[in-house]
């Protein structure tokens, strides 16, 4: 199988469950709902995953596809200062309208739990790869300052939108996530500004 369509395969089977997570609860999700709106297999199911639990950690793998599809509008967006605001406003949004307020307790929870891998916080993952890129480019342009390094900038970006997703979960959403961050998280990357 090749690696594009293995991802596809991984990707379709990741997407299917997190949209009858929302739609109907985990709980009452079963395997086979999602293999069948996946159009996967038994197998391919059980090939990637050893259970329904384990697609608690697969969020990360749906935001990094987002930041995917959002990378291609990025330079329409203005200052790199804009384009990380522009970032946490779509993830924000697909958040509240895709991602039930419950499951993402959920997963926060578990990485604060796990001892092994913390999906969040895998490095490697497009979604700090994207931030890299863009503070960088602030730095270069003389945007940004440059007596913060870029993987400075970087971790203190992701700490502040996990800051934001934690309060309102545990706020219960009595909030708009997305209108939220819009008010608070600039103020934390004027810090960026040179």
Same mark, same amino acid.
């Given at each position: 199988?090749?690696?594009?369509?293995?991802?596809?395969?991984?990707?379709?089977?990741?997407?299917?469950?997190?949209?009858?997570?929302?739609?109907?609860? &985990?709980?009452?999700?079963?395997? !086979? =709902?999602?293999?069948? $709106?996946?159009?996967?297999?038994?197998?391919?199911?059980?090939? &990637?995953? !050893?259970?329904?639990?384990?697609?608690?950690?697969?969020?990360?793998?749906?935001?990094?596809?987002?930041? =995917?599809? $959002?990378?291609?509008?990025?330079? /329409? %967006?203005?200052? +790199?200062?804009?384009?990380?605001?522009?970032?946490? %406003?779509?993830?924000?949004?697909?958040?509240?309208?895709?991602?039930?307020?419950?499951?993402?307790? %959920?997963?926060?929870?578990?990485?604060?739990?796990?001892?092994?891998?913390?999906?969040?916080?895998? /490095?490697?993952?497009?979604?700090?790869?994207?931030?890299?890129?863009? +503070? $960088?480019?602030? %730095?270069?342009?003389? =945007?940004?300052?440059?007596?913060?390094?870029?993987?400075?900038?970087?971790?203190?970006?992701?700490?502040?939108?996990?800051?934001?997703?934690? !309060?309102? +979960?545990? +706020?219960?959403?009595? &909030?708009?996530?997305?209108?939220?961050?819009?008010?608070?998280?600039?103020?934390? $990357?004027?810090?960026?500004?040179?």
């Amino acid at each position: 199988m090749s690696k594009k369509s293995s991802k596809n395969t991984k990707g379709r089977i990741i997407s299917a469950a997190w949209s009858l997570f929302y739609d109907q609860g &985990y709980d009452s999700t079963t395997v !086979d =709902e999602i293999i069948e $709106l996946s159009g996967t297999s038994k197998g391919s199911f059980y090939h &990637y995953f !050893d259970g329904k639990s384990s697609l608690l950690g697969t969020l990360a793998y749906l935001f990094d596809e987002k930041y =995917e599809e $959002l990378e291609e509008n990025l330079e /329409r %967006q203005g200052s +790199c200062l804009d384009q990380l605001i522009y970032l946490n %406003q779509e993830l924000f949004s697909m958040v509240e309208n895709s991602v039930s307020l419950d499951l993402l307790a %959920q997963l926060l929870s578990t990485q604060l739990v796990t001892r092994g891998e913390k999906h969040l916080l895998d /490095r490697s993952r497009y979604y700090f790869k994207l931030l890299r890129k863009i +503070c $960088l480019a602030g %730095q270069e342009s003389g =945007e940004f300052r440059t007596d913060m390094s870029v993987n400075e900038m970087v971790k203190l970006y992701a700490v502040a939108e996990r800051a934001l997703m934690y !309060d309102w +979960c545990i +706020c219960n959403g009595e &909030y708009s996530l997305k209108s939220y961050a819009a008010s608070t998280l600039p103020f934390f $990357l004027n810090k960026f500004l040179a």
